[in-house]
């Protein structure tokens, strides 16, 4: 059973992908990322990390929404499509919400919080050039909130991957 949350998001589509990234890790599928893909107001797509209770390193919480989505609509282009996240994604997802025309993405904590909780995505980042291109592309929103989810995800026994 997923306990009530002590904290909540501003924004009502970050507060979902704080919801899938809880159900998440309180079923040890993986690392506090969760996502969801909206378009024109409505949630089409959501995701949490499924690493380990899919053994897919690549199965990331953006990953796992867009996938969700593309299916929903029975498309591979997300065109008009913004997604949230609760944290800011890897060289990875962020590629992958380019190539499925993400229109925007908003996340909570960055890159540098990430290491917060054992994620090495600043140390990636940089072999990836960092995100000076993506400035346009890339819009922090509820960090406070997405802080306390890993400070929650910190608290409680997981592998670290």
Not at 48 to 56: G, S, T
Not at 146 to 156: D, H, I, P, S, V
Request: aromatic letters at 10%; charged letters at 25%.
């Amino acid at each position: 059973m997923i306990p009530k949350a002590a904290y909540k998001a501003e924004n009502e589509f970050m507060q979902l992908a704080i919801d899938e990234a809880r159900e998440g890790i309180y079923n040890q599928h993986g690392g506090p990322f969760g996502s969801v893909v909206v378009k024109d107001g409505k949630v089409i797509g959501r995701g949490h990390n499924r690493v380990l209770v899919n053994k897919d390193s690549t199965c990331h919480g953006e990953i796992s929404a867009i996938r969700d989505a593309e299916k929903n609509i029975d498309s591979y282009d997300l065109s008009g499509a913004v997604l949230y996240t609760t944290g800011e994604p890897c060289s990875m997802c962020l590629a992958a919400c380019v190539w499925a025309n993400i229109e925007k993405v908003y996340y909570g904590c960055n890159i540098q919080d990430n290491s917060i909780i054992g994620f090495r995505d600043s140390a990636l980042d940089k072999l990836f050039g960092g995100r000076i291109a993506f400035t346009d592309f890339l819009t922090q929103v509820d960090r406070d909130a997405c802080l306390k989810l890993f400070e929650e995800y910190n608290g409680l026994e997981k592998t670290i991957y």
